[in-house]
């Protein structure tokens, strides 16, 4: 397990609130180098590969060799949602982008994992300034997946904080910044109203794009032990926008 802080904070901007700055933990990132060398292992590029599909395929002609087993169905989420004129409703779980490598790939429920509003108050370091800010703007819930997309050689993780209104989650938008230095901003095609930073620090790169849909607040985190190309988060960011307005 590689274990990294993403440095994120939030700035209390509720009315009658002094402003405060918190901490907020990052997940706990998984290790994907091992992944990418059992996926590499696994084409049959190499020499040893190679000799293992053509045994296989020699196997499959002969008329006494044994049918391979057909490979077990992943079980089917019965996780639901919907969204009308911007108010999610369901579970928030169900909006959350599915990881593209499935469920094996996911870090705890591959359906994604809930959060309280004791959950987020704990994640943002803790402070009666969250709680007091989460209470004001309507809290109702929150969702979070973390998974690793060997494609992009990196791990995504991904929340979802739903608020009474749009007007709530544009708000808590405004509070979210990131703190410490080395932060440079770039922009997500698109999307003119989200937020994206990248810092490269420590062998670790990390991506962080914020955004709101609706009444939803979403953070999109990418980061891996390589330089990653800002279009990886952009796709994300534009995908997860599009399940939010859509479903």
Do not use: C
């Amino acid at each position: 397990m590689i274990v990294t802080a993403i440095g994120a904070s939030y700035l209390v901007l509720a009315a009658g609130t002094a402003a405060a700055v918190v901490d907020i933990a990052s997940p706990a990132p998984v290790d994907v180098a091992a992944a990418l060398a059992s996926a590499s292992a696994g084409t049959g590029v190499s020499g040893a590969g190679a000799v293992s599909a053509s045994a296989h395929a020699s196997a499959s002609a002969s008329p006494s060799a044994s049918p391979s087993p057909s490979p077990s169905p992943s079980p089917k989420s019965t996780v639901i949602g919907s969204v009308k004129d911007g108010i999610h409703s369901g579970d928030l779980r169900y909006f959350l982008l599915p990881p593209p490598d499935g469920p094996s790939s996911v870090q705890g429920d591959p359906d994604g994992n809930k959060e309280s509003q004791s959950d987020v108050v704990k994640e943002y370091g803790g402070s009666s300034d969250v709680k007091s800010a989460l209470s004001q703007l309507g809290f109702k819930g929150g969702a979070q997946r973390t998974y690793q997309d060997s494609t992009m050689g990196a791990n995504v993780s991904i929340e979802l904080l739903q608020f009474d209104s749009s007007g709530d989650a544009d708000n808590w938008m405004q509070g979210f910044q990131l703190n410490g230095s080395g932060w440079t901003s770039f922009s997500i095609p698109g999307e003119s109203g989200a937020t994206a930073r990248e810092k490269n620090a420590d062998n670790l790169d990390s991506l962080i794009g914020v955004y709101a849909e609706g009444d939803t607040f979403y953070q999109i985190t990418v980061y891996g032990t390589q330089t990653l190309p800002h279009s990886d988060l952009a796709n994300l960011m534009t995908a997860e926008h599009g399940r939010l307005a859509h479903g």
